[in-house]
Nanobody, 120 residues
Framework: HVQLVESGGGLVQPGGSLRLSCAAS????????MAWYRQAPGKERELVAS???????DYANSVKGRFTISRDNAKNTAYLQMNSLKPEDTAVYYC??????????????WGQGTQVTVSS
């Protein structure tokens, strides 16, 4: 059994910062790509940032230069540092990880989501 748990969301003023964490636990052999998605009310879920197990990153154009994704492989944890936040960044943020279990199954796992609200 594999579980992803996100934390770090909250309410922040425009221009502020937040750091999200996503911790994977359970029967994990290794983790491939980890990614952050977000879904705003009435909109489809979109990819925000991703990072491979070798540290290669990719970002949505809307967050380039403001958000930074990173990971600690020893802790099976990914992070999303969000700076210069805008009201349009308001959404539920989800973590996704492609994980090889100790039973050699490879699958995508999702966290439960954490709310980020940017408002004055």
């Amino acid at each position: 059994h594999v579980q992803l748990v996100e934390s770090g969301g909250g309410l922040v003023q425009p221009g502020g910062s937040l750091r999200l964490s996503c911790a994977a636990s359970g029967s994990i052999f290794s983790i491939n790509t980890m990614a952050w998605y977000r879904q705003a009310p009435g909109k489809e879920r979109e990819l925000v940032a991703s990072i491979t197990n070798r540290g290669t990153t990719d970002y949505a154009n809307s967050v380039k230069g403001r958000f930074t994704i990173s990971r600690d492989n020893a802790k099976n944890t990914a992070y999303l540092q969000m700076n210069s936040l805008k009201p349009e960044d308001t959404a539920v943020y989800y973590c996704k990880a492609n994980i090889i279990s100790t039973r050699w199954y490879t699958d995508d796992y999702w966290g439960q989501g954490t709310q980020v609200t940017v408002s004055s």
